[in-house]
Nanobody
Framework: QVQLVESGGGLVQPGGSLRLSCAASRSIFSINVMGWYRQAPGKGRELVAR???????TYADSVKGRFTISRDNAKNTVWLQMNSLKPEDTAVYYC???????????WGKGTLVTVSS
C-alpha cells in the first residue's frame, strides 16, 4: 500500500502559477504511473497529467503547454507545476498512483485550487 498526501493548493488570480506536491508514504520507484486528476464542481474526475517510471508524460489537451508533471523517486514526490492558470482550472486536484503488479490505484484526499480574481 501507499498513502498519498497532496499540498500546494490555494487561491490564485488568473494568469498566476501554483505548484502542487504529492508526497508518498513509501518509495515510488516501483510505482508504474503517478498522476494528477481533478474534479470541478458538478463534474466528473478527469486526468490532468501522468508520468511513468521511465519519465514518459501525458497531458490533457486543456493543460498542454501550461502544466508540467515531474517526479523524484529519491524524494518519493511528484509535482504538478501549473502556469497561466485559468478560472476553468478551478477544481480539487488529486494525486494518483498505479501499481501494475497489483492492478490497484491509490488516491490522495485532494487539494483545492481556486482560480479567481
Amino acid at each position: 500500500q501507499v498513502q498519498l498526501v497532496e499540498s500546494g493548493g490555494g487561491l490564485v488570480q488568473p494568469g498566476g502559477s501554483l505548484r502542487l506536491s504529492c508526497a508518498a508514504s513509501r518509495s515510488i520507484f516501483s510505482i508504474n504511473v503517478m498522476g494528477w486528476y481533478r474534479q470541478a464542481p458538478g463534474k466528473g474526475r478527469e486526468l490532468v497529467a501522468r508520468i511513468t517510471g521511465g519519465g514518459v508524460t501525458t497531458y490533457a489537451d486543456s493543460v498542454k503547454g501550461r502544466f508540467t508533471i515531474s517526479r523524484d523517486n529519491a524524494k518519493n514526490t511528484v509535482w504538478l507545476q501549473m502556469n497561466s492558470l485559468k478560472p476553468e482550472d478551478t477544481a480539487v486536484y488529486y494525486c494518483n498512483a498505479f501499481i501494475a503488479t497489483s492492478g490497484v490505484y491509490y488516491w490522495g484526499k485532494g487539494t483545492l485550487v481556486t482560480v479567481s480574481s
